[in-house]
């Protein structure tokens, strides 16, 4: 009966876009949608409305209230126009930017939602083609924006494609704007609240100035000239992976004086159905693989991909048998918090007033180099938008020396409030120069810091469950962890729990409760070991799946133990996988 009632509301919501003024194509795709036996399309285009998450509006692509389309597209921008209005009306011209990747309809939904804004008297700044999002964060606080958006799905496979509000900050919105914004679009009753004709005299075309002066900016954070100049003609594999890091991560090594960059022809070609890689996530060791490969063939000493929107990074390096090994993103951010902090002391600019951020499921290895040094760090919700509000509070008071998450995002200058593969790209340049200078290499740098700090090794385990039956499977098993809570991992006890859902923490050793000092609730759950060991769990935000962020330490004595103990962990990974029957 549930199913049948479902059905039901979704085709009297299905209907109404057959009667409405939306357009003929879109009528016939809904038509076929209801005409079809199968009725799980319908349903899963129907069922629900699509809802800002960690990263925004994100969704297939489709006709539906719960796939991105210029209807759903126009409706947030007109609900994010009406709020600007209320929010700013006091301002004679309130102004957005919007950027956009290299997604299929990317440049179409970010021209519709110019016309919207446009003809909401908004004044628009466009980017005359795709660019990466840090650049737009950057571009919102260099016109004085009140808000601007980004049309991407980051590293999500070709199907989706996405919507980032921005604020005038230039960080991804948070509460009490997020979810303002939301009632403003739940009051769009129809189509035809949406101002679809736009005034073409309130948008501005960008480009090419923004850029130069943003590669300009992030010169200013290279620490390590002299390193540079001695090491410029290291061999550097880049790839875009068909993505919006073409326009600025050569331009940006090049500017930082790189003279041997390696590009890989076939996946410089921009395109929406990223036709080299299944999914153009450099999470994923496939998605390097043609970067590897040329590499490989031209003894190259690094090798680096940045995601469509170019705010994340994937790196590989070689390890001490000259093979190419993939760093994740915690032994990334080690590496580069590690370099921050030792070329600021280096160089005098430690006060004792800097500051560092991590999200919650990242390796508190970060903590460990921080708090050595004198750098305070800061622990926040996943989502860089967290991150870019520590970045607010602290704003003249405090020095931001970097930020990151596990997955691979981070931040090195605080004139951008997101997560910036462009900087990060030249900045992983930059110690790879610095550590050969030092004798080194990107591999024994990273062995050293565990030597040092304590050798950490973390897994990601994602579980997909698609749809509305995945949503309520992954709903499910939280609910199941919580209410029947793990008391051994891996033959170590648990010692502690955190739900940040409830702001409630519980220590098993002291018996006793404590509170979450949190901004707000999020649906994560985190176990922690007596042997160091920490289990985050958490349903995505963007993605249909649940999260397991598994993180292990122990002592390492020198680099030639690491292999023993690094294979040791991987062991120790499958018999967590057991304990929370995954």
Same mark, same amino acid.
């Given at each position: ?104 309809n990317s440049r179409k939904f970010a021209e519709i939602s110019a016309d919207i ?178 590499? *490989? $063939?031209?003894?190259?000493? &690094? ?5 469509? /929107?170019? %705010?994340?990074?994937? +790196? #590989? ?59 305070e760090m800061y622990e926040c919700y996943t989502g860089f938008k967290w991150i ?16 990151? *998450? $596990?997955?691979?995002?981070? &931040? ?5 409030? /997101?997560? %910036?593969?462009?900087? +990060? #790209? ?22 050293d810091i565990y030597v040092e700090y304590g050798f950490s090794k973390e897994k ?123």
């Amino acid at each position: 009966m549930e199913n049948e009632g479902l059905l039901v509301e979704v085709t009297a919501k299905a209907q109404t876009w057959l009667k409405g003024n939306y357009d003929a194509d879109t009528k016939a795709a809904v038509k076929s949608l209801l005409e079809n036996e199968d009725k799980t399309e319908l349903i899963e285009s129907f069922y629900k409305d699509l809802e800002f998450g960690t990263g925004g509006l994100r969704g297939i692509m489709g006709v539906g209230t719960n796939r991105m389309n210029i209807y759903t597209v126009g409706a947030a921008t007109q609900g994010l126009s009406n709020y600007l209005l209320k929010e700013f009306s006091d301002l004679k011209q309130i102004s957005v930017v919007i950027g956009h990747d290299c997604r299929n309809n990317s440049r179409k939904f970010a021209e519709i939602s110019a016309d919207i804004f446009s003809a909401n008297g908004i004044k628009v700044y466009l980017f005359d083609s795709l660019r990466p999002t840090p650049e737009i964060s950057y571009a919102i606080r260099k016109f004085g924006s009140q808000s601007g958006i980004v049309i991407t799905a980051s590293h999500n496979p070709k199907e989706y494609n996405g919507y980032k509000a921005y604020w005038n900050d230039g960080a991804q919105v948070i509460a009490p704007h997020d979810k303002n914004i939301i009632a403003e679009v739940n009051r769009i009753s129809s189509i035809d609240d949406i101002r679809f004709q736009g005034n073409k005299d309130l948008t501005e075309i960008i480009g090419a100035e923004v850029d130069a002066q943003f590669i300009e900016d992030i010169k200013k954070i290279s620490l390590s000239a002299e390193a540079i100049a001695r090491n410029k003609d290291i061999k550097i594999v880049y790839t875009p992976i068909h993505g919006s890091g073409i326009m600025l991560v050569p331009q940006a090594l090049r500017a930082f004086g790189f003279t041997n960059i390696i590009d890989v022809p076939e996946q410089n070609v921009i395109s929406g159905d990223f036709p080299t890689v299944a999914s153009p996530n450099p999470e994923e060791p496939a998605a390097l693989a043609l970067a590897v490969k040329k590499a *490989e $063939e031209a003894g190259a000493e &690094l090798v680096m991909a940045t995601d469509p /929107d170019s %705010d994340r990074i994937g +790196a #590989a390096i070689r390890n001490d048998k000259g093979e190419f090994i993939l760093v994740n993103g915690n032994q990334t951010f080690a590496i580069y918090i590690y370099y921050l902090i030792t070329r600021w002391k280096e160089l005098g600019k430690v006060t004792g007033k800097e500051y560092s951020v991590r999200t919650i499921v990242t390796t508190s290895l970060v903590d460990k180099i921080a708090e050595k040094n004198g750098v305070e760090m800061y622990e926040c919700y996943t989502g860089f938008k967290w991150i870019a509000a520590i970045m607010r509070e602290n704003e003249g008071k405090k020095t931001y020396i970097g930020g990151g *998450e $596990e997955s691979y995002g981070f &931040l090195a200058e605080d004139f951008v409030r /997101d997560k %910036d593969a462009v900087s +990060a #790209a030249v900045l992983l340049a930059e110690i790879a120069a610095w550590a050969k200078d030092n004798g080194k290499s990107l591999y024994t740098l990273l062995q050293d810091i565990y030597v040092e700090y304590g050798f950490s090794k973390e897994k990601g385990i994602s579980v997909v469950r698609k749809g509305k039956s995945g949503a309520e499977e992954i709903e499910a098993m939280m609910k199941n962890y919580r209410e029947n809570p793990i008391k051994e991992i891996a033959g170590s006890k648990v010692t502690l729990i955190k739900d940040f859902a409830k702001l409630e923490g519980f220590d098993f050793n002291l018996n006793e409760k404590f509170t979450l000092e949190m901004p707000t609730t999020s649906n994560v759950l985190q176990y922690f070991t007596e042997d160091g060991t920490k289990i985050s769990i958490r349903p995505s935000g963007t993605e249909p799946k649940i999260k397991f962020y598994i993180e292990m330490h122990s002592k390492l004595k020198s680099r030639e133990d690491y292999d023993v103990l690094d294979k040791a962990s991987d062991e120790k990974v499958s018999q967590i996988r057991k304990s929370l029957g995954i």
